[in-house]
């Protein structure tokens, strides 16, 4: 079992930048791919950002490509989302996941076996 407890969100202007962070506990141990991933009021779970806790790679949703970074603190057991240029159409739920037994990165939500609670990102125009 992995749990994850996210932090960092906020009310920001448009332009601005927030830091999310995941905190790892319980059997962190091995290959894991780690994501986070994003749902606005009346809308599905959005892929935001990929990366394998093992290798470093990384992936990004093109909505967030250049404006977000996804990094990760292996002995630290912290994966962190730095969010710069925000814009109204981040505002969403933020949720961290961990995929177990993987060696690349995962973009797809079912794939993923364990999730945060959440935190609220909410960008004001």
């Known amino acids: 079992q992995v749990q994850l407890v996210e932090s960092g969100g906020g009310l920001v202007a448009a332009g601005e930048s927030l830091r999310l962070s995941c905190v790892l506990s319980?059997?962190?141990?091995?290959?894991?791919?780690m994501g986070w991933f994003r749902q606005a009021p009346g809308q599905e779970r959005e892929f935001v950002a990929a990366?394998?806790?093992?290798?470093?790679?990384?992936y990004y949703a093109d909505s967030v490509s250049g404006r977000f970074t996804v990094i990760r603190n292996n002995a630290a057991k912290s994966l962190y989302l730095q969010m710069n240029d925000l814009r109204p159409e981040d505002t969403a739920v933020y949720y961290c996941?961990?995929?177990?037994?993987?060696?690349?990165?995962?973009?797809?939500?079912?794939?993923?076996?364990?999730w945060g609670q959440g935190t609220q990102v909410t960008v004001s125009s």
């Open positions: 319980g059997q962190t141990y091995g290959r894991y791919a």
């Open positions: 990366i394998n806790w093992i290798s470093g790679s990384e």
């Open positions: 996941a961990a995929a177990p037994g993987y060696t690349g990165v995962v973009i797809t939500a079912r794939e993923y076996t364990y």
